[in-house]
């Protein structure tokens, strides 16, 4: 609320006091009571602080105190509502910049109004809510907004915790943060693997050590012997060379997104220009274990001085201390050795390599020989269900892991303990053997066979109550049905009746889905209503199903007697009845008379006639859903004249 909106106020306040003085006859400037629910005004309220012509000051004295309606007051002050003004400051899209980088960030001002001299200014914010100017204040542009720049000190800690905003100065209003994160400055530290400082090499012989950088990348750097590494992104970043002499290595300088960093370390690579001769053997992971007369490589490293025509030898050695050549001559590592055959897998062997002149050793390591495996498959016969497992066992010897392959195509691999329990299970009667079995040493011997008795339920059939129990000959029907046991893939299911005989013949049959369906055609039918029995079999295996029976009715054998006597005068009707039997509905026929009935399931059927003249009715045509039916009877309705 400005100070003019405030002192409309004032005045409205001031007639009420006014009226009210001459309506109760109290002095104005006092009290005035014109409601049970009162506010005071007091020299320290809001009114008062935003006064700042004396002429309207000296309307409320120190001493005086008003009551007003609070209704009246707070209608009046919604009425003169002013919003706050604010900053907002422009989205950085979480910018990342170095110390000492210019950055230019926008803001937009909107709500209440600034004062005539107000300016905006750039700050930076720390995590610990440190405010740091990185501009000079400066006026916005026609419509509040603007761009400010600065500069990011220099001196300022890297980190991600940093926020800037633009913010008024008259009033003082701070304007929304946007996250910034300051980028480190590149460092450098040379170093040996090994965490020491020095390493002594043979002259022509290559070194390693590397330099780790850290800060953001892409790294630049330069090293003491000239070497120029430009805009890597590998850190530790690793560098081989090959000093003739004693040498110091350090990084003289490195750069990155964020300028000149700083370095550190320096390493001393030794030349040994005259060194004693000494070999030393190179031990695979987890030692030597050599399976016999399979070729394997020895890695080795020769220092020093050697003789002309020199050459490296690998020699193997059993608890005797008998040394004995095992590979050619060779002149660098590795050497390819190879175990003798028939060496024992049991007792204790080393190995070394030595060298021809002058004739030096290395000292000698542990080899143990892998004998070739063995696996035998247990003898056993096993019964189980059909559809259940049986576990077969397989004893293992020689060296592992094992692997091992069944003869109906189970493979298990990786086999670290004997015996070894394999999980089968087969549809039908089965023997098993191995096929294939190995370990360390690649295949190996292998025995043995087990035999898996599957225990197959019977097949059977169990024909189902049909849901029509009387139908006519020729009819299409679905027979239910259940089934037990196994049948194979080529297997049919066939609908059966018996003949006269008894003896079953096979029906015209479809089987999709689940849903079994045959035409019901007896060969013979002896009767009108004939009960026929039917089941289901199979073919592979034959099964019989258990029986059924149908009541089935012959065709064309259906029957519609006409009843009916009657004496009408003219106008009058009479009645004529019809009765079915021998037949299945629904009956279609047709009256002597023209009448057509289609389709009917009453049973008499009655009609209502009214002849003009004495008439004798029967049926000429007659169809049930058994065929065509025979008519018979006759209803006779005679007509009185005067």
């Not at 000051?57 to 009551?67: E, L, S, V």
Request: charged share 15%; net charge positive.
């Amino acid at each position: 609320m400005n100070k003019f909106t405030l002192l409309s106020v004032v005045l409205g306040v001031m007639a009420m006091v006014a009226i009210g003085a001459s309506e109760t006859g109290q002095r104005p400037g006092r009290r005035l009571v014109l409601a049970d629910t009162l506010i005071e005004i007091r020299k320290d309220t809001l009114i008062e602080r935003y006064l700042k012509d004396s002429a309207y000051k000296a309307i409320f004295r120190r001493d005086t105190t008003m009551r007003i309606d609070s209704a009246a007051l707070r209608a009046q002050a919604d009425s003169h509502k002013v919003a706050l003004p604010e900053v907002l400051t422009g989205d950085l899209n979480g910018l990342a910049v170095c110390a000492g980088s210019p950055v230019s960030v926008p803001y937009s001002s909107s709500g209440g109004r600034f004062s005539a001299d107000n300016q905006f200014v750039l700050q930076l914010v720390d995590a610990a809510g440190k405010v740091t100017n990185l501009s000079e204040p400066a006026k916005a542009g026609p419509f509040g907004n603007g761009t400010l720049a600065g500069v990011i000190p220099v001196s300022i800690p890297a980190g991600s915790r940093y926020g800037l905003r633009v913010s008024s100065t008259n009033p003082v209003v701070n304007g929304t943060l946007q996250s910034l994160r300051v980028l480190p400055a590149p460092t450098a530290r040379i170093e040996l693997a090994d965490g020491s400082n020095a390493v002594t090499v043979l002259p022509g012989q290559p070194a390693t050590f590397r330099v780790a950088l850290s800060g953001h990348g892409p790294w630049s750097f330069l090293l003491s012997d000239g070497t120029k590494v430009q805009n890597t992104m590998t850190t530790p970043y690793e560098i081989t060379v090959t000093p003739d002499k004693p040498t110091i290595y350090k990084v003289v300088n490195v750069s990155g997104p964020c300028g000149s960093g700083t370095v550190s370390g320096e390493i001393i690579v030794n030349v040994n220009e005259n060194p004693n001769p000494e070999i030393a053997i190179k031990v695979p992971a987890g030692g030597y274990r050599i399976c016999t007369g399979t070729p394997f490589q020895v890695a080795f490293t020769a220092t020093g001085k050697y003789q002309t025509g020199n050459g490296f030898l690998v020699q193997l050695a059993d608890s005797t201390e008998n040394w004995t050549t095992i590979s050619g001559a060779g002149t660098a590592s590795p050497l390819v050795a190879r175990l003798p055959y028939g060496i024992s897998p049991k007792g204790g062997y080393k190995i070394r390599v030595v060298a021809t002149a002058p004739a030096i050793s290395s000292t000698s390591e542990n080899l143990t020989v892998a004998a070739q495996a063995v696996a035998v498959l247990r003898r056993d016969t096993v019964k189980i269900d059909e559809g259940k497992t049986a576990e077969l066992t397989v004893d293992f010897g020689g060296g592992g892991p094992w692997f091992v392959l069944l003869s109906d195509g189970t493979y298990e691999n990786n086999i670290i303990k004997s015996p070894h329990t394999i999980r089968v299970s087969p549809n039908n009667p089965t023997p098993y053997a191995i096929t294939s079995a190995g370990g360390a040493c690649g295949v190996g011997e292998y025995s043995g066979r087990a035999f898996v008795k599957v225990n197959i339920p019977p097949s059977t059939i169990k024909t189902g109550n049909l849901s029509a129990r009387t139908i006519c000959h020729g009819s299409e029907i679905t027979v239910p049905f259940t089934t037990g046991g196994r049948f194979y893939a080529n297997n049919k299911f066939i609908v059966q009746v018996a003949d006269t005989s008894g003896r079953f013949v096979n029906l015209a049959t479809t089987y999709k889905d689940g849903v079994l369906k045959s035409v019901i055609s007896p060969a013979y039918l002896k009767d009108t209503l004939n009960t026929v029995r039917l089941r289901v079999s199979s073919t592979s295996p034959a099964v019989a199903g258990s029986e059924t029976t149908i009541k089935v009715l012959a065709p064309n054998v259906s029957q519609a007697v006409v009843t009916g006597e009657g004496t009408i005068r003219p106008g009058q009707t009479s009645k004529v009845r019809v009765s079915f039997k021998n037949g299945l509905p629904p009956w279609s026929f047709v009256m002597s008379d023209g009448t057509q009935v289609n389709g009917t399931f009453l049973n008499p059927y009655v009609l209502t006639v009214a002849p003009t003249s004495s008439t004798e009715y029967t049926i000429t045509s007659l169809n049930s859903s058994c065929g065509a039916g025979i008519p018979m009877g006759r209803a006779m309705v005679m007509v009185e004249r005067n």
